[in-house]
């Protein structure tokens, strides 16, 4: 996507992904039309219509973006010289600071996913799968070398810790008692200790 700027400074994709991202938070996706987006981006509807075919294509983006930064950073975790048990700790509390580093886009997407056209969900869901497939292959490769248990299933293990992730937008508030990093430590070394032969 080009980065294009009209002039007030940040790249016009970035600013019209900004005011979605809050106005979508702030008072819900079916309730946000294109015009308050565009007027609160400061842009044209040409100008979002030029970069996003739809709302729809924000919504998407909203999501995407973050799990984007989440695939590259597990690819980094996992293809690491270091023992699995190590690499998937540090994937596990990777993806917990990074959702809650983007809490609003997670709220979003989780509270208006069915809002997507058939083709986006689908794709969505193709994306997520990928990221799981491979957070959930440092759990198979653990296994079978026996450093992990077998007892459970690595589906239902990747399962239980998402389950945990995916609910962090409807707890988790900023200045609370733990920080994004005590949080993804906690729930790491949960994973952890269910996976202990």
Do not use: C
Not at 41 to 50: E, I, N, S, W
Not at 136 to 150: C, D, I, K, P, Y
């Amino acid at each position: 996507m080009p980065s294009t700027t009209d002039g007030a400074g940040a790249p016009v994709p970035q600013r019209l992904l900004a005011a979605a991202t809050r106005l979508f938070a702030e008072q819900g996706y079916d309730r946000t039309s294109v015009q308050e987006i565009v007027e609160a981006a400061g842009v044209t509807k040409g100008a979002l219509y030029h970069y996003f075919g739809s709302k729809d294509d924000l919504l998407h983006e909203v999501y995407a973006r973050v799990l984007r930064v989440q695939m590259e950073r597990l690819e980094v975790f996992a293809g690491a010289d270091e023992p699995v048990e190590k690499r998937l700790r540090a994937a596990a509390a990777d993806v917990v600071v990074t959702t809650i580093d983007n809490l609003d886009d997670a709220s979003i997407f989780f509270r208006s996913m069915h809002h997507l056209s058939p083709e986006k969900n689908k794709q969505v869901r193709a994306e997520r799968r990928r990221y799981h497939e491979r957070f959930r292959a440092l759990v198979e490769e653990g296994q079978r070398e026996g450093v992990f248990s077998t007892a459970t299933p690595a589906d239902l293990v990747v399962d239980y810790h998402f389950g945990s992730v995916h609910h962090l937008s409807t707890w988790y508030r900023p200045g609370g008692p733990l920080s994004p990093q005590e949080v993804a430590d906690h729930l790491a070394d949960l994973l952890l200790r269910a996976l202990r032969p």
